[in-house]
Nanobody, 121 residues
Framework: QVQLVESGGGLVQPGGSLKLSCTTS????????FRWYRQAPGKEREWVAE??????????NYADSIKGRFTISRDDVKNTVNLQLNSLKPEDTGVYFC????????????WGQGTQVTVSS
């Protein structure tokens, strides 16, 4: 059974930090790429960051809105993907989702249930 479970969200003041984790099981983690998305209240889900697999060079890409503040990483032993959020702003508030997918098979596309991040003083 495929599972992606996000954790680490919470309430933080502007300028603060959080580390989100996506713990996975049920598929061959090392062959998958991963993305983080977020969805603010009343807005569409937006892509935040991506990391490819070892076979594709562990390439990382970031949305312009978070570049330099967020860092995506993966642990192919623990089957976990992380997103370090620094210098948080109120506009970073939203539900953050983990997405695992295969570039080679579009049917292999899995989502977690999301974790809430709220940036407020």
């Amino acid at each position: 059974q495929v599972q992606l479970v996000e954790s680490g969200g919470g309430l933080v003041q502007p300028g603060g930090s959080l580390k989100l984790s996506c713990t996975t099981s049920g598929f061959t983690f090392s062959t998958f790429a991963f993305r983080w998305y977020r969805q603010a209240p009343g807005k569409e889900r937006e892509w935040v960051a991506e990391i490819t697999s070892y076979g594709l060079g562990y390439i990382k890409n970031y949305a312009d809105s978070i570049k330099g503040r967020f860092t995506i990483s993966r642990d192919d032993v623990k089957n976990t993907v992380n997103l370090q959020l620094n210098s948080l702003k109120p506009e970073d508030t939203g539900v953050y989702f983990c997405n695992g997918f295969s570039f080679h098979d579009s049917r292999l596309n899995f989502w977690g249930q999301g974790t809430q991040v709220t940036v407020s003083s």
